[in-house]
């Protein structure tokens, strides 16, 4: 029977796109004999597989095939798969093609003709420049350098050729130098915040602001970063610094400055699709944040355009990247202005959708597009279907990524109940939140106010429920200015349910 769908040569298989799976039995009929093609039947029977089943290629495999036989004609496979498919990137990945430029410099200069590598090695130079490939143009200039200190090129006659050429490679090393510190200090900061989260307490911001300056590094050259790639991570960078303190202005400032490079780089929103819809997922979720609609929809509106654009020659991760970003920020929007009964309808085309996108998404994002979906039905008023979409999160203890967002979940739960009037389920997840949640100390404020205001409810007469909620709600209010408050509003609007409450 079927045992898992994880093993990598099944995932990659069932990732290929027909015009890649007919590359790949073209290059297998062109380049293979006969008797070198026997892995070609592993492939059918792996393509025609719905889940990887390995006692079931043992026994159709033709011949005695054993365990280690397989083992080795899957490796087999997997090599002629990624060499299949890196012929059929070459025009789509411009690493992969100024790579294989590299290699046929490299080629030329084995076979003694280092004067045509130099020659070809100083065209792809151009185009790493162009395209902000920092490694492989510091690996161009490398071996440029090698060919110069073994061979006479005579490349001295023309004036200034090597002292430019020293030049460059100085520059070159610190651009990668501090590219790498910028991601180095990008990947900390988004540490720190996965590790211990928000920095509310004037403590905490200390003991951030402490790691902030250990993380920088040492730029002994004084250079300032002024790449394309250098710049995204720097931005990147103090995106979250600012974020983690919940400084939303601050953040959406370096969030501006990272999709603004996209515009004086036009030729890489084509080339990085990825980073470039990370930067306006970003932008547009701190716009959401700041509750500014009208740059909320403007660009919302970027983002939709671009992927009407695009989406025919984006490669499957970049697609599952779009599916991720477009579809969140389309349901915040509609959260944003309020349009309950749409996110609600969208969110369950979107959920419909999903399962195609399951196994190339992080368990954080599934449980995020989880949490949306219930909240739009709660909004709708579809309290069933809330809870329905609440329970893998409400499931998956120690998996969520997230403190904020199981607290929110359960939360959520226990207005889906209360409106459902399921009010002895309601009363046992109240004693459950109540040791579960409160004693972390990581609730805010409004959350434990919450949990209070709701278990208040069960013991109060329903005429006086209106009563009761408008006492509450001016001290909701109040706290609701601050910053860490105002972020759990924006997932779950307790104020709004009370007020709607206090009305009927």
């Known amino acids: 029977m079927p045992t898992t769908n994880k093993d990598p040569l099944f995932r990659l298989i069932k990732s290929l796109s027909k015009p890649e799976k007919r590359h790949f039995r073209l290059y297998v009929n062109r380049t293979m004999g006969d008797q070198e093609r026997k892995f070609i039947v592993l492939f059918d029977l792996l393509d025609k597989q719905e889940a990887y089943d390995h006692e079931q290629l043992l026994k159709k495999l033709p011949g005695k095939t054993t365990k280690s036989k397989l083992s080795n004609l899957k490796r087999h496979l ?14 789509k990945l411009i690493d992969i093609e100024i790579r294989e430029q590299l290699d046929f410099a490299r080629i030329l200069y084995s076979k003694g ?13 151009d185009t790493a420049n162009e395209h902000h490939q920092d490694i492989l143009h510091l690996e161009i200039i490398e071996f440029q350098k090698l060919i110069e200190s073994r061979h006479i090129t005579r490349s001295r006659q023309v004036e200034r050729k090597m002292e430019r050429l020293l030049e460059e490679s100085t520059l070159r090393s610190r651009v990668t130098q501090t590219a790498s510190e910028m991601v180095n200090l990008y990947i900390q900061i988004h540490g720190y915040y996965i590790v211990h989260g928000f920095a509310y307490s004037p403590e905490q911001v200390e003991e951030l602001n402490q790691a902030w300056r250990k993380m920088q590094p040492d730029h002994h050259h004084n250079r300032f970063s002024d790449t394309f790639f250098e710049k995204t991570h720097r931005y990147q960078s103090y995106l979250w610094y600012r974020y983690i303190q919940l400084d939303f202005a601050g953040a959406l400032s370096h969030a501006l400055e990272w999709v603004m490079l996209f515009e004086v780089h036009q030729l890489m929103k084509y080339k990085d699709p990825d980073l470039y819809l990370r930067s306006l997922y970003y932008l547009l979720t701190l716009l959401y944040l700041t509750d500014d609609t009208g740059q909320y929809y403007k660009y919302l509106e970027q983002l939709n355009n671009y992927v009407e654009e695009v989406e025919e020659q984006l490669n499957p991760n970049s697609q599952h990247v779009r599916f991720v970003y477009q579809n969140l920020s389309n349901l915040n929007y509609y959260f944003l202005t309020k349009d309950y009964e749409q996110a609600h309808q969208f969110s369950e085309k979107v959920y419909d959708s999903l399962s195609k996108h399951r196994d190339l998404m992080d368990d954080h994002r599934i449980l995020l597009f989880h ?38 979940a359960r939360l959520l739960e226990l207005l889906c109940l209360y409106e459902s009037k399921a009010f002895d389920r309601m009363s046992y997840r109240l004693i459950s939140f109540g040791r579960s949640v409160v004693k972390t100390k990581r609730a805010t404020t409004l959350q434990l106010d919450t949990h209070k205001m709701l278990r208040a409810l069960l013991q109060t007469y329903t005429e006086d429920n209106q009563t009761f909620l408008l006492l509450q709600l001016n001290s909701f209010r109040e706290k609701a200015a601050q910053p860490r408050e105002r972020m759990f509003l924006k997932y779950l609007n307790v104020i709004e349910w009370m007020e709607s409450g206090s009305k009927t």
């Open 78 to 91: 997997l090599k002629q798969l990624l060499t299949s498919l890196r012929l059929t990137y070459i025009n």
């Open 113 to 125: 003709l280092y004067m045509e590598s130099l020659r070809l090695l100083e065209r792809i130079k």
């Open 371 to 408: 949490y949306k979906f219930a909240a739009a039905a709660f909004a709708h008023g579809k309290y069933e279907i809330a809870l329905e979409r609440l329970h893998p999160i409400l499931h998956q203890g120690d998996k969520i990524l997230r403190k904020d967002m199981e607290i929110n």
